[in-house]
């Protein structure tokens, strides 16, 4: 078989699709699947396009829900490089930091001032001197997140 040809698949209701996979994923509402027909040399084939959303904070680990081939229920899948296998400990370990790090919100309270706001005169002397103010202030948060990080890996087992 080509794995440069185009094969398609065949097309199903995608309430049928849905139920098919809420066996393995469990409640998973992440994904989008749409059926492109493209015409190749055999006639028209239908091709599916799955569109997975990124995790977010707080989003949970999305273990098996039922055995699939080799793998039971509760096998946690990673998707490393050009593969998807099984997670190692560190891919388990990083899962379950951002599961924990929905628990964390930051409260922001946004209100109207009164006053005036200043123009600047748009000089290159003004605009490196923001620019060098910004910069320091927002290193400082890189630093502070790279410090957490290392204090996240020097307690994870070995």
């Not at 388990?92 to 209100?111: F, H, M, P, Q, S």
């Not at 910069?135 to 020097?154: F, I, P, T």
Request: proline fraction near 6%; aromatic fraction near 8%.
């Amino acid at each position: 078989m080509d794995e440069n040809a185009v094969h398609g698949v065949p097309t199903h209701d995608v309430e049928k699709v849905d139920g098919w996979l809420r066996r393995y994923l469990g409640e998973f509402s992440r994904y989008q699947f749409t059926y492109v027909p493209m015409d190749t040399a055999e006639g028209k084939q239908h091709v599916m396009l799955v569109d997975v959303s990124p995790p977010r904070w707080g989003d949970l680990i999305h273990p098996l829900h039922k055995e699939y081939r080799n793998f039971g229920p509760g096998a946690v899948f990673h998707r490393y490089a050009g593969t998807t296998a099984p997670a190692r400990r560190a891919e388990i370990y990083a899962l379950t930091e951002r599961a924990r790090r929905g628990t964390k919100r930051v409260n922001v309270d946004v209100a109207v001032a009164t006053g005036t706001v200043a123009v600047l005169p748009s000089t290159q002397d003004v605009r490196r001197t923001i620019l060098d103010h910004l910069r320091v202030d927002y290193m400082s948060q890189v630093d502070a997140v790279e410090e957490e990080r290392g204090k996240l890996r020097s307690s994870w087992p070995c």
